[in-house]
């Protein structure tokens, strides 16, 4: 029992919970997972295929109770660089496959602790950066530009391209070809998300049951239908299919045939290097995401469980795998979702199954009205997901933690925008390590003195990192002293660091320089061959003393 809650482990005891908050998970997931599917350049019914998945697959084998998995948004420009990397979708779904394999060997590897070893200054950069790209990608849409697509190059790489063809010049070109009904759905669909969330509408039922994208979803589709039916005989103010400006899914005579319209994976792409590298990209960065979403959840949970994240990432893989073979996106376990579900007041992961349900349901069924949703009103919703993840809130926190994590931070987000994804990553990475390495070279030593006597002091375990920093004080000692070398506080000295005081005691023979070794004689010794015989005969009380006489 924690709080007031009191759980019940069971599915009859908790069904009366999870089923409407499966309702309310589905609602949410559908414009998410076609709006996911939009922004990866990838057919909408892929992202569906991945929700489905995500709820009746994945939940089976999950290690948390209450995370929803599906497409994300973190994976859109990988997955739009890397279907225009590969020359189809087809050979795509490949890469997915394996990733989903690689994931399953993470769990088997006990590899659920990744993502405690990615510093949170380059992972919220990589958020961020997605999301400034996602903002971007999505104006074609939220403009109503006719062709639907304004550029099939790798997403990520928008800023490296210039000239007649570049991103941004059909970006620009897609101002002289805005549709009024799109920009105006657009507009009021995100004021309605902002506002949908504030406070004071959240004080009533009805604002807390219906999610802000579902209602955005249906205004929508009002607004077109109203379009059409006042003004007739103006077809530029209508949106439709075949301008490229509603949701198109294949349309069943018969839910039997579902399985038809399924794209499956080229595998002759498994003969090409960059198909691995796809999946490698893909396994690294979901499971990322996946386990960021797991902690997220726990620490939302009402009864505090704590998910198994080696099972969650063998779960993501099996989920993945089935995906790819069945035309869907690669999936992650999802924040947005996840919350939304706890938010229900679901209590096992039997909402996230009735969710899934609900999906394939929608599919099979009703994909005519699914097929009236201007893409538009999706756009809307990327955009203000693509601001959550870039806000100005975020920058002005970050700006705040220091200027070591934030340059980490805003250096990821240039590094993702002007390379890729995984490039970004790494120069991040290594940004963030560096001031780790600096902080911990400068904090590692202290030397005091008194005329020529000297005290350095070991703050900490030593290790190769810190040659400079000794090596720099030691330098600074004059002929004729006196120096105490202490490492009570470091339980470990890496060789290298025997080898700067060895060399520093063997040339101050010559400089009339006394050294004392105390307290290190444990870490010491075993690496000090002169030591051994002459030195270790002298030691008392953990003190080494060393002449500049040798006496």
Same mark, same amino acid.
């Given at each position: ?48 295929? !991945? ?58 590897? +006990? ?43 790798? @997403?990520?790489? =928008? ?10 010049? +059909? ?20 004021? %309605? ?30 607004? #077109? ?26 349309? =069943? ?32 960065? !979901? ?10 959840? @726990? ?16 779960? /993501? ?35 996230? =199954? ?42 002005? !926190? ?35 390590? =560096? ?14 003195? /008194? ?22 004080? %030691? ?56 030591? #051994? ?11 080494? /003393? ?6």
């Amino acid at each position: 029992m924690t709080g007031k809650y009191e759980f019940k482990p069971g599915l009859a005891e908790n069904f009366k919970y999870d089923f409407p908050a499966g309702i309310v998970v589905f609602l949410v997931a559908v414009p998410l997972c076609l709006g996911i599917a939009l922004a990866s350049n990838a057919p909408l019914f892929s992202g569906l295929i !991945a929700g489905i998945v995500g709820g009746i697959i994945v939940t089976l084998f999950s290690g948390s109770e209450l995370s929803v998995s599906g497409p994300a948004a973190g994976l859109t420009v990988i997955v739009a660089s890397s279907i225009a990397k590969l020359g189809s979708f087809e050979a795509f779904l490949a890469a997915v496959v394996i990733a989903g394999g690689l994931q399953i060997l993470f769990g088997v590897m +006990q590899a659920g602790v990744i993502g405690d070893y990615v510093p949170n200054s380059v992972i919220k950069g990589m958020l961020a950066a997605i999301g400034i790209i996602i903002i971007i990608k999505q104006f074609p849409y939220a403009l109503g530009h006719s062709t639907g697509q304004y550029d099939d190059r790798e @997403d990520i790489e =928008f800023l490296q391209h210039y000239g007649e063809d570049s991103a941004f010049a +059909q970006l620009i070109a897609t101002l002289f070809d805005i549709s009024p009904t799109a920009t105006l759905i657009t507009l009021i669909s995100i004021i %309605l998300l902002v506002v949908w969330e504030k406070p004071f509408l959240q004080r009533y039922s009805f604002f807390k049951i219906v999610p802000g994208p579902l209602a955005v979803v249906f205004l929508g589709i009002i607004i #077109n239908q109203l379009f059409i039916a006042l003004f007739p005989e103006a077809p530029s103010l209508h949106l439709t299919k075949e301008k490229a400006q509603l949701v198109s899914l294949p349309v =069943f005579e018969n839910p039997t045939y579902l399985l038809q319209s399924l794209t499956l994976p080229d595998f002759s792409a498994l003969m090409r290097k960059d198909t691995y590298i796809v999946a490698l990209t893909l396994a690294v960065v !979901a499971s990322l995401e996946t386990l960021l979403s797991v902690e997220a959840v @726990d620490k939302l949970d009402p009864f505090k469980r704590i998910s198994d994240t080696d099972k969650e990432l063998r779960a /993501q893989g099996i989920g993945n795998i089935v995906s790819g073979l069945l035309g869907g996106l690669p999936m992650t376990a999802v924040i947005v979702r996840s919350s939304a579900n706890i938010y229900a007041g679901a209590r096992t992961r039997t909402s996230a =199954f009735v969710h899934g349900v609900f999906l394939l349901l929608a599919v099979a069924l009703i994909p005519n009205v699914l097929n009236m949703i201007p893409l538009a009103s999706l756009a809307a919703i990327l955009i203000t997901v693509g601001y959550k993840l870039a806000s100005v809130k975020l920058f002005k !926190a970050m700006y705040k933690t220091g200027g070591e994590q934030f340059l980490a931070f805003i250096t990821t987000i240039i590094a993702i925008v002007f390379t890729d994804l995984l490039i970004g990553i790494f120069i991040g990475s290594a940004v963030a390590i =560096f001031f780790v390495l600096r902080v911990y070279h400068h904090s590692a030593i202290t030397m005091i003195n /008194q005329d020529n006597y000297y005290l350095i002091r070991f703050n900490k375990d030593m290790s190769f990192v810190n040659k400079a920093e000794l090596k720099e004080q %030691l330098a600074k000692i004059p002929d004729n002293s006196l120096v105490i070398i202490e490492g009570t506080k470091a339980v470990f000295i890496d060789r290298d660091i025997y080898e700067v005081v060895d060399d520093f005691r063997e040339a101050g023979k010559y400089r009339n320089i006394t050294v004392e070794l105390k307290y290190m004689d444990s870490k010491s010794l075993p690496l000090f061959p002169d030591f #051994n015989k002459n030195d270790k005969r002298r030691l008392k009380n953990g003190v080494v /003393q060393e002449t500049a006489s040798g006496k």
